[in-house]
Nanobody, 120 residues
Framework: EVQLVESGGGLVQPGGSLRLSCAAS????????MSWVRQAPGKGLEWLSS???????YHADSMKGRFTISRDNAKNTLYLQLNSLKTEDTAMYYC??????????????WGKGTLVTISS
């Protein structure tokens, strides 16, 4: 059974940083592309970053320079480093598995999310 469990969210002041983690199990993690998406209160899903099986990364233009995706295949874990956080970054953050090694495949499994709240 595929499982994706996010962690690392919390309450942070504007300008702060967080590192989100996504622990994966039930599939060969190193063989699949992965992504992070978020949903702010009252808004739709927003794609943030993706990483292929070989480590090629893609970031939404609005996130470049602030958010960095990475993966540790030995630990079956996906990460998202969030820097220079703003109040508008408040959202539920989800990791997602793609159906293949490339980010061109659709996302087929999602975690339950971790809440990030940016407030002073």
């Amino acid at each position: 059974e595929v499982q994706l469990v996010e962690s690392g969210g919390g309450l942070v002041q504007p300008g702060g940083s967080l590192r989100l983690s996504c622990a994966a199990s039930g599939f060969t993690f190193s063989s699949y592309a992965m992504s992070w998406v978020r949903q702010a209160p009252g808004k739709g899903l927003e794609w943030l970053s993706s990483i292929s099986d070989t480590g090629t990364t893609y970031h939404a233009d609005s996130m470049k320079g602030r958010f960095t995706i990475s993966r540790d295949n030995a630990k079956n874990t996906l990460y998202l480093q969030l820097n220079s956080l703003k109040t508008e970054d408040t959202a539920m953050y989800y990791c997602a598995k793609h159906a293949g090694s490339s980010v061109n495949y659709g996302m087929d499994y999602w975690g339950k999310g971790t809440l990030v709240t940016i407030s002073s």
